[in-house]
């Protein structure tokens, strides 16, 4: 997409994909990486957006579950599948799995010096895979500070969105300077809005950006917090 201009948008070029469809796209680095359900993970080299290839595939015919989120740190890519999967993309052509935590129902992942936070069954669990081929959960972010669902990463601090106790849509950004021992900097809970779920989540600079779902009653909102 060329969005140069706002008033002018159109597709500069395209790809094709072996994957039947895309659940989340991550762009970093001159390249885009594809979790593409049960068809595995893509990896695309978009440096020329004029032309874009495609480098690299991995795919296990859906065995381990649907990919559904991806996250790259260094020369580590984590997906989660249920498992939490660490592949080595040293050479983006041949992705490999080297490493993972298996049935702990990883379903999001974001990562960052080589520690991941992934959303398990509403917890947040922190994944050392400083060793990618040994990762470990070395820490838990309770639902008494956030049900989790999506997830931002910026340097040393994590922004979570999801519910509350009360099933009212929550905002909590956590200080990971040691992520062992995660610390809540500040929570949000959008009580006037009633109950619902906190689902999207974007993350630039001092601005974050939450979409709100209700479960009744309200509209969809999008709020701007600083």
Known sequence: ???????????AASVFSANPYYTEMLFTGGRA????GGSGLQIVTVSNPQSPSSLGLFTDGGACGNYGT?????????????????FDITQPNQPTLIGQVTGIGASRV????GYAY???????????????????????IPTSIVY???LAIAGNILYAAG????????????????????????????????????????????????????????????????
């Open 1 to 11: 997409i060329n969005g140069t201009t706002a008033t002018r948008v159109g597709q």
């Open 163 to 226: 519910l509350n106790v009360s099933t009212q849509p929550r905002f909590v950004a956590l200080d990971v300077s040691n992520p062992a021992l995660p610390a809540v900097l500040g929570t949000k809970d959008f009580s006037s809005f009633g109950t619902g779920l906190a689902r999207a989540l974007a993350v630039n600079g001092t601005k974050a950006i939450v979409g709100l779902y209700p479960y009744s009653g309200q509209q969809p909102k999008i709020s701007i917090l600083d």
């Open 118 to 140: 992934s959303t398990v069954n509403n917890n947040i669990a922190v994944i050392r895979f400083t060793t990618p081929s040994s990762p470990q959960v070395v820490a838990n």
């Open 33 to 36: 990486y594809v979790a593409g």
């Open 148 to 150: 989790g669902y999506k």
């Open 110 to 113: 974001v990562a960052g010096n």
């Open 70 to 86: 991806v996250a790259v740190s260094g020369n580590a890519l984590c997906a989660a599948t249920g498992d939490f999967r660490v």
